[in-house]
């Protein structure tokens, strides 16, 4: 699935040449689970994935199963339904997280995914009967993947997402952890404090205006953790001038600060801002 960073550039992209060759299918491929054809499979009727909604505990879940027509639709359409009934019920998920979890399910090829929503929206539980996870603390660690080349025609694969979803909650008090489910596979569990009264007092996003370049700069800066003008400027494709004088701007507006040797990385404001601009 395309990143919001990626949605921001695809304007960029749109006028490049691409092949209409399909990938070749790798040995890395087929250890993977994937198909041997040029479209992953998606799962559909029996195996779409499904949202349990409780209500209450003692009630039976509201269960929402998804289908879409290819894997980024459905990838998309699962995290915007998650979010938005977390929401309903009170949660205060932050939308980045349920999307890397559900962008980190292409590991598992989507086999019997289940998403649980619990404690008013403030507990996610995203389960699977994939390979599993081995390494259970390897995999909060950045730059650690198991992304297949064919996996990264979807999503990022670099090894960042979880690091990054563990990081905010951690911002925002909360947990995330990751289980064996039953038989085989992962549990990942998403756990906010159970009252709003819990957390810690937030500031509200600070009420600026930028412009779809600064927007640029922050997104690239939240998947990177940190990042020089010359690394940024390479990245986007600007000037390093130019990006030098954007960073001093939002520096300025106190949305990063300098992480040392040049860097630059997001303050808290930042990430409030990004978070209800996403």
């Not at 694969?157 to 289980?179: C, D, H, K, M, N």
């Not at 990177?224 to 003008?229: T, V």
């Amino acid at each position: 699935m395309e990143s919001f960073l990626d949605r921001l550039l695809a304007d960029q992209r749109a006028a490049a040449p691409r092949s209409s060759a399909p990938p070749a299918t790798t040995a890395e491929d087929a250890d993977a689970g994937l198909p041997p054809d040029d479209a992953v499979a998606v799962p559909s009727g029996l195996e779409a994935p499904r949202i349990a909604i409780y209500d209450t505990l003692t009630s039976p879940p509201r269960v929402i199963a998804v289908e879409e027509e290819d894997l980024p639709a459905l990838i998309a359409s699962l995290a915007e339904k998650t979010y938005r009934h977390c929401r309903e019920q009170g949660g205060q998920v932050p939308y980045s997280v349920i999307q890397e979890l559900i962008e980190n399910l292409l590991h598992a090829c989507f086999r019997d995914v289940v998403i649980t929503i619990l404690d008013n929206g403030q507990t996610v539980r995203i389960s699977d009967h994939g390979p599993g996870v081995d390494d259970k603390d390897r995999v909060f660690l950045p730059g650690f993947t198991t992304a297949t080349a064919r996996q990264r025609e979807i999503i990022r694969g670099v090894g960042s997402g979880l690091p990054l979803a563990r990081e905010s909650l951690q911002f925002l008090r909360g947990i995330l952890t990751v289980e064996d489910n039953l038989g085989s596979g992962t549990v990942f569990t998403i756990k906010m404090p159970s009252s709003p009264e819990a957390q810690p007092a937030q500031e509200p996003a600070p009420d600026v205006r930028l412009t779809t370049r600064q927007i640029k700069v922050l997104v690239l800066l939240m998947e990177l953790g940190s990042a020089g003008p010359t690394a940024i400027a390479r990245e986007l494709g600007f000037s390093a001038a130019t990006v030098y004088r954007e960073l001093v701007v939002l520096q300025d507006m106190g949305l990063i600060h300098s992480s040392g040797d040049g860097k630059r990385a997001l303050r808290e404001e930042g990430l409030r801002l990004l978070d209800s601009i996403l």
